[in-house]
């Protein structure tokens, strides 16, 4: 497709269970980035890729949260024994590289909610 | 730390009247800015970006800013609101020695009224 997709949509899952969130990037962008926006809250960073590696993950907020990207495209977030306060949106954006003034290009995001 | 700053959390205007909504930035080398908006259950929007070129930034759907040096503001105006220019709108910064992670303000909520 022409635009970042996400999948799921929408995701319910019980506590306490694994859940893989996948992010496909606009073809050819180097740059990946995962963002959360909870209820009420701001986007808050979380990880970027430049290619396959991943410079900068200080946003992971806990060893449950784990990303990687193959192949310089997908991406998957998982995020293991889930709690509730993991509930939120989880934002997938991409741009051509890294660098200031690249454009980023946002997915619709995957509803999280975890009861 | 750089850091972007949304003065106001929510914004409420007429529509037909003005609109504003304020950011202010850290100072640091070679800032690019951007605002983002996002409707209800949607994703996000570019409505427009500076990177060095001229001040005053035209955006889509009638939007602008204006990148003020000396006042490290990057605030969004719009002459005239539409009912359709409800939705939240994001101040973002990216710098230089940051490898463009995009840093994101806390977000204005803009409500128009009939």
């Known amino acids: 497709g022409a635009g970042v997709s996400q999948s799921p949509s929408n995701k319910v899952t019980e506590k306490g269970k694994d859940v893989e969130l996948r992010c496909d990037p606009i073809?050819?962008?180097?740059?990946l980035y995962w963002y959360r926006q909870s209820l009420g809250q701001g986007l808050e960073f979380l990880i970027y890729?430049?290619?396959?590696?991943?410079?900068?993950k200080s946003g992971l907020p806990s060893d449950r949260f784990s990303a990687e990207r193959t192949g310089g495209s997908v991406s998957t977030l998982t995020i293991q024994r889930t709690q509730q306060e993991d509930s939120a949106v989880y934002l997938c954006?991409?741009?051509?590289?890294?660098?200031?003034?690249?454009?980023?290009?946002f997915g619709q995001g995957t509803r999280l909610t975890v009861v | 730390a750089q850091s972007v700053t949304q003065l106001d959390s929510h914004v409420s205007v007429s529509e037909g009247t003005p609109v504003l909504l304020r950011c202010n930035y850290s100072?640091?080398?070679?800032?690019?800015l951007f605002w983002y908006v996002q409707h209800p259950n949607k994703g996000l929007q570019l409505l427009l970006k500076?990177?060095?070129?001229?001040?005053l930034v035209k955006g889509i759907n009638g939007f602008e800013a204006e990148f003020k040096k000396s006042e490290t503001s990057f605030h969004l105006t719009k002459p005239s609101a539409h009912m359709s220019d409800a939705a939240e709108y994001f101040c973002?910064?990216?710098?230089?020695?940051?490898?463009?992670?995009?840093?994101f303000g806390q977000g204005t909520e803009l409500s128009v009224k009939p």
């Open positions: 500076y990177t060095s070129a001229a001040t």
């Open positions: 973002v910064v990216t710098y230089y020695n940051q490898g463009g992670k995009l840093i």
């Open positions: 073809s050819g962008h180097t740059a």
């Open positions: 954006a991409s741009s051509l590289a890294t660098g200031s003034g690249f454009r980023a290009f």
């Open positions: 890729f430049q290619g396959n590696s991943a410079p900068d």
């Open positions: 100072s640091s080398y070679s800032p690019s």
